[in-house]
């Protein structure tokens, strides 16, 4: 053996060179402690399935609701909150799901206090929510919820959650000018429909107000946990206004006009969207969520149009786009927005990819316009018979023979 062999300490084996070689670690033991491979699942995947399947379960209740004739808002709504319930409660008793509720400590105190309250207001905003689409469109509905935010901020200065901020009041006020313009160029103005949207809005800035005041960090819920917790109330609610309203009048000719496989797979597209909010909560940032939520409302918006043939007017569109603008500058900030205009720029000018998918966006948007007829006019003071006097009348009446 040579001296560079015995310095290395390579020496041989006393028990021969075919003799086998005793391990050094123990791999049954060591891969308990191995890092354990993170998701591959990419960021992306979440964001299109929150969106498809939130976008899907709008469209899809407006086709029940107008298309298919169901004009029973209230008991689609009580069914969705009845599956959800007994869902969940089954979650709760054969899964690890909902394991979380063991860490809250809920008494029936902190229930009757705080969750009946938000359950109440959860359920009338879905009321009046649902019960929209028998006089509105799917994209003036969009249009209108951009208000939400304005609300928020308005409840929470009312009760008191945080103190009013005339720079934050200032930087809102975009986003009602947009809803405005936008309403004063909706063709399909029908009152009713905008007072139960306005109601929609209301009583959801009120939940999420008591929601923020009633619910401290000791009792934060995320989407998935607060419906096994809310849709008990809100079942018993709905059933209720339903009981009162609408089960007298249904039949179960309607029903089956519907079709209950149809009410089947609707009602758990509805269950599935707590899914998809959880996974994207827990996946991205405050920025992500955020312009998800405006690419949602501007799909649906598209849909409308190709789907129902809903007229939209450029008064519409500059008045939709200014409230858009002021919900994500609102929400985000001018640092953020800011940065967030950077990092565009220099993607643009980095990937033709990008250039070419605006392109075709654009593209894509300006035919819809075109697609939903050049006779249609552009806005109510624009139709040859004045927006007064009878064709209010007769508007109105149109709006109640949709109704229930």
């Known amino acids: 053996m040579t001296e560079k062999a015995r310095l ?24 308990r402690y191995l890092p354990k491979a993170k998701s591959q699942v990419p960021a992306s995947l979440y964001i299109v399935s929150w969106i498809s399947i939130s976008s899907a379960i709008i469209l899809f209740n407006k086709w029940i609701l107008d298309d298919r004739k169901f004009h029973y808002p209230i008991l689609l709504t009580t069914y969705h909150l009845t599956l959800a319930t007994v869902l969940t409660q089954a979650m709760a008793r054969w899964t690890k799901v909902l ?14 206090r705080a969750i009946v309250p938000i359950g109440v207001t ?10 929209t689409y028998l006089y509105l469109s799917v994209a003036f509905i969009q249009m209108l919820k951009a208000t939400t935010p304005v609300a928020v901020l308005l409840s929470g200065w009312l009760l008191g959650v945080s103190r009013p901020d005339l720079k934050v009041f200032i930087n809102v006020s ?4 947009g809803v405005i313009l936008a309403s ?3 063709v399909n103005f029908v009152l009713i429909g905008v007072l139960f949207q306005i109601g929609g809005v209301l009583f959801e800035a009120l939940r999420l107000t008591l929601v923020q005041k009633l619910l401290t960090s000791e009792y934060k819920m995320d989407p998935l946990l607060s419906i096994y917790y809310y849709a008990p109330v809100c079942a018993v609610f709905n059933f209720g206004v339903a009981l009162v309203f609408e089960v007298p009048s249904v039949t179960m000719e309607q029903i089956y006009h519907v079709g209950l496989p149809i009410f089947f797979v609707n009602g758990m597209i509805a269950f599935l969207l707590n899914f998809a909010a959880v996974s994207l909560i ?3 940032s405050a920025v992500v969520l955020t312009l998800c ?9 598209v849909a409308s149009i190709l789907i129902w043939g809903t007229p939209i007017s450029l008064l519409q569109v500059f008045g939709y786009s200014i409230a858009l603008s002021g919900i994500v500058y609102y929400k985000l900030g001018y640092t953020a927005v800011r940065n967030l205009i950077s990092d565009a720029g220099r993607q643009w000018s980095r990937r033709s990819g990008l250039r070419k998918a605006v392109l075709v966006g654009v593209i894509f948007l300006g ?11 552009a806005s109510p003071l624009d139709q040859d018979v004045p927006f007064t006097g009878n064709s209010n009348k007769r508007i109105m009446e149109d709006a109640l023979e949709v109704g229930p």
């Not at 020496?11 to 033991?29: C, D, E, M, Q, V």
């Not at 394991?99 to 009757?112: F, I, N, S, W």
């Not at 939520?293 to 918006?301: A, M, R, S, T």
Request: hydrophobic residues 35%; glycine residues 12%.
């Open 99 to 112: 394991d979380g509720r063991h860490k809250l400590r809920m008494t029936p105190q902190v229930y009757a």
């Open 8 to 31: 290395s300490g390579d020496s041989p084996s006393p028990l021969g060179r075919n003799s086998p070689i005793l391990p050094t670690t123990n791999p049954n033991l060591d891969s």
């Open 174 to 177: 975009g986003i009602v000018v």
């Open 184 to 186: 004063m160029g909706e």
């Open 122 to 131: 959860f359920s009338l905003s879905l009321i009046c929510g649902n019960l």
């Open 282 to 284: 827990g996946k991205t």
């Open 293 to 301: 939520g405006v690419l949602k409302d501007i799909l649906l918006v």
């Open 367 to 377: 035919l819809c316009f075109w697609l939903r007829g050049p006779g249609t006019p």
